[in-house]
């Protein structure tokens, strides 16, 4: 991750983060707070390589799954809602539907060979990702020993019924999120597909 944005001037990774709607209010008709992107404003390096993988910026949930709902959504920003019947509130495109597409694809990878196995289920392409993170010191500074382990999952991938964010706090007795949140997100989706009737997408192997 660091890598990738070592290869991207500064402005343009900032700008990106913003037009994914991570430093702002989703929007959502409930009170809510903004995310925070003021580590970045000092320009240092370090900054940036840590929060190519998360750390030294902060969102909610709410916000998280939003932005990842881009990548499901064809590559535009949407205002979510309380109410399934109110309605979709498209903001801004993001990124193409080209791109959106790749990066769909390289989801459905983490499910399928990846950390995200464990959220596979029979007849469905899935696409998701895990987040191991650790919790920040808010007395003393820096991070504590505790984590957040998350994992969120669209599917059917190619044409999504739904997403879902899976977020544990300050789990016991395991590393990563490939053992706590993963699972749930398989439960999870496996009642959704049937309570839905959503149908298969993919032979069974």
């Known amino acids: 991750a660091v890598f990738v944005a070592q290869k991207?001037?500064?402005?343009v990774f900032l700008k990106y983060l913003k037009s994914f709607g991570v430093d702002g209010k989703t929007?959502?008709?409930?009170?809510?707070?903004?995310?925070?992107?003021?580590?970045?404003?000092?320009?240092?390096?370090?900054?940036?390589?840590?929060?190519?993988?998360?750390?030294?910026?902060?969102?909610?949930?709410?916000?998280?799954?939003?932005?990842l709902a881009v990548i499901a959504g064809g590559g535009k920003l949407i205002k979510p809602h309380l109410s399934v019947n109110a309605g979709k509130s498209d903001i801004r495109e993001v990124i193409s539907a080209e791109t959106a597409a790749k990066l769909t694809n390289m989801m459905i990878k983490v499910v399928e060979n990846g950390s995200g196995k464990r959220a596979s289920v029979k007849g469905y392409t899935i696409a998701g990702k895990t987040g191991t993170a650790q919790n920040p010191d808010l007395k003393k500074g820096g991070y504590l020993d505790e984590y957040i382990h998350s994992f969120v999952g669209f599917a059917p991938a190619y044409d999504p019924k739904f997403i879902a964010l899976i977020k544990i706090d300050n789990p016991k007795g395991v590393r990563f999120a490939e053992s706590t949140a993963v699972p749930v997100f398989h439960d999870l989706a496996s009642f959704i597909f049937s309570y839905l009737q959503i149908p298969p997408d993919k032979p069974y192997e």
């Open 8 to 11: 991207v001037p500064k402005d």
């Open 27 to 67: 929007g959502i008709d409930t009170p809510e707070v903004s995310g925070n992107l003021s580590n970045l404003e000092s320009g240092r390096d370090i900054n940036y390589a840590t929060a190519s993988f998360g750390q030294g910026v902060a969102l909610t949930p709410l916000a998280l799954i939003r932005s």
